[in-house]
């Protein structure tokens, strides 16, 4: 991480978008998301002790936002303290992750269906624009300019909804999903191709039943995907 830009430096194969530091957020939340989603994909392993001093130095931040979000992650249950110890990774089960996205799914189903009675025809036509940009993205195998599509077009969905607070819950959810790491993720950025397909149907149909189905589908697949991508690199329990 930059200190002065409060930027995190970022992996081959990432997203610069997600991993900015820019924001209303504070610093520890930041520095929590940062390993909340590297224990995700085993750049904290299970078992091993996460260090302040270490963490800090490769942030390049001090060691008090480092110990905030050790807490706050100790809250969640990313990590467990061990007195005079410190702060061990808690591992991370294939029912964990599926478990996360069964949630994703029915929060990202809901504002789904309710956008489907929302969005107006230009606006479906503007996202369906977007999307042949994704699929052309996808096609070049340019991963980080298709995750830059898909969150526009998701973004764009549940804003339409007009359910803020729902919103605001699928935003938790989603903390938890490695993002800075789309594109290392095997078929996440196909499915952000073919998944979206019978979502843009049931939105040109306005038939929120469709768009709620689609949409759940959808979610539920990429978790899916990343829990076969995480069991192949031996970080699943």
């Not at 789309?182 to 038939?207: M, P, Q, T």
């Amino acid at each position: 991480m930059d200190s002065e830009t409060g930027q995190v430096d970022q992996p081959a194969g990432g997203s610069s978008r997600r991993a900015s530091f820019g924001g209303k957020q504070q610093l520890s939340e930041r520095v929590a998301a940062y390993v909340r989603e590297g224990i995700m994909v085993g750049q904290f392993r299970a078992g091993e002790f996460v260090r302040t001093e270490k963490l800090a130095a490769e942030l390049g931040v001090s060691q008090t936002p480092v110990r905030e979000a050790l807490m706050i992650l100790h809250s969640e249950g990313s990590v467990r303290w061990e007195p005079r110890r410190g702060y061990r990774v808690v591992p991370v089960s294939r029912r964990d992750v599926l478990d996360l996205f069964d949630v994703q799914a029915y929060i990202a189903g809901e504002l789904a269906a309710r956008a489907a009675k929302q969005l107006d025809e230009a606006e479906v036509e503007r996202l369906e624009g977007v999307q042949r940009e994704l699929a052309e993205a996808e096609r070049l195998g340019d991963t980080e300019l298709v995750d830059q599509l898909n969150h526009e077009i998701h973004r764009s969905i549940n804003k339409a909804s007009d359910s803020l607070r729902m919103a605001t819950l699928l935003n938790l959810t989603v903390s938890y999903v490695p993002l800075r790491f789309f594109g290392k993720i095997e078929g996440w950025a196909a499915a952000s191709v073919h998944d979206h397909s019978a979502i843009f149907a049931a939105l040109r149909e306005r038939d929120p039943e469709s768009a709620r189905a689609a949409m759940s589908e959808h979610i539920k697949h990429i978790g899916q995907l990343l829990a076969d991508h995480l069991g192949k690199q031996g970080i699943l329990r």
